[in-house]
């Protein structure tokens, strides 16, 4: 049996954390789901700035939207909508086998409204709307502004990938914000069935301290964070709050551990995969991860519901000079950052393709 197999039959859904129009033409991305147990992908700015700088993929598209006057941002979400409502309905057999658990693609809203509620409320429902499927989860970054659009999102039945996520703290915050959604949906007697995930990123925590702390240490922080952030998520679960609302039709909003692919050369490439899992979870994985993993993966059993030893080992990053909560609000300021960056990138490079695929016909 495959690793991936293995992994899927755990619980875990595995998800490509990949997308481009060569995966989708190619039949590789059929190929993933039905060899190696992929059940759904996310995307974000970097990837499709990649996608369409490096390809010939997208340019009959770009050159007849920009014949009808699309640029910019509205040209953009064009092209990634169709390639997500593509890949949504690939994956659609996956979201009707599990009753919405399962079978999502991700579609991020703009990273320049991380930090205004009502332009990302605005945007979220529109891009909703427009995709016209149900396995379509868009994306909001879980900081302080973004949170209130969470909620209001979830109370108006959109789906959400709250993204940028780095501790237990704000994976707690981003649950909060769904609960609340769904509790004045019931209040109104609405449908609870409103998918989200929770996407904790891992592997930018041992990035930020290589070289920082003792080589013990190396390669420790990433997962003592998500074993105390799944702690959480299983202890949330079981409260009489969370049941309440599981008991009238809610889903969970599953713990989703993003950045999972292995930054530190001197370590296995599949090293957070085989530490990281977890029944009732999600691994959003890059595609050569995938593909490493199900050649050479191996599990070593599952994270501890109770967390194990990561309080033992955050507190030795304390004693080595690493303040946790400062280090998530870091984080997640330059996951911001990188962010608008790559979004800049990307509307750089549908401008000059648009003015080179003009210039050639």
């Known amino acids: 049996m495959k690793p991936t197999q293995k992994l899927h039959d755990l619980g875990q859904s595995l998800w490509l954390d990949n997308i481009t129009r060569g995966l989708l033409t190619s039949g590789t991305l059929k190929r993933y789901i039905d060899e190696f147990s992929v059940t759904g ?16 993929f997208y340019d009959d598209a770009i050159r007849t939207k920009g014949r009808a006057g699309l640029n910019g941002e509205a040209l953009f979400f064009e092209l990634a909508l169709e390639d997500l409502t593509q890949a949504a309905d690939l994956f659609k057999p996956t979201h009707d086998r599990t009753r919405g ?43 302080k502004e973004g949170l209130p659009a969470i909620e209001e999102a979830i109370f108006a039945g959109v789906p959400i990938n709250v993204t940028l ?20 949906r019931a209040e109104k007697g609405l449908d609870l069935r409103i998918g989200s995930v929770a996407s904790v990123f891992i592997s930018r925590w041992d990035k930020a301290v290589m070289g920082k702390t003792p080589e013990a240490l190396r390669n420790r922080l990433g997962i003592a964070i998500a074993q105390r952030t799944y702690a959480a998520y299983r202890d949330l679960l079981a409260t009489p709050r969370w049941q309440k609302l599981a008991s009238a039709g809610a889903l969970p909003q599953r713990l989703l551990l993003a950045s999972t692919g292995t930054k530190d050369p001197s370590a296995s490439d599949v090293m957070y995969i085989s530490a990281l899992a977890a029944p009732d979870t999600v691994d959003t994985m890059p ?19 109770h967390g194990g030893d990561c309080e033992a080992v955050i507190a030795e990053f304390g004693r080595a000079g690493v303040d946790v909560d400062a280090l998530a609000a870091q984080l997640q300021k330059e996951g911001a950052e990188s962010f608008d960056a790559s979004w800049t990138e990307l509307m750089d490079c549908l401008k000059e393709k648009s003015a080179a695929l003009r210039q050639a016909s």
């Open 41 to 56: 992908l996310t995307s974000n700015p970097t990837i499709f700035d990649h996608a369409i700088k490096k390809s010939s």
């Open 287 to 305: 595609e050569e991860t995938l593909l490493a993993f199900a050649d050479h993966g191996k599990l070593d059993g599952v994270m501890p519901p």
């Open 101 to 143: 658990v399962d079978g999502w693609v991700s579609l991020e809203v703009s990273p320049l409204l991380a930090y205004d509620t009502a332009k990302t409320i605005a945007a979220a429902r529109d891009l909703h709307a427009r995709a016209k499927r149900p396995n379509l989860f868009i994306k909001i970054p879980g900081t």
């Open 165 to 184: 996520l780095f501790s237990r703290e704000h994976y707690l915050a981003s649950a909060e914000a769904y609960m609340r959604g769904l509790e004045r």
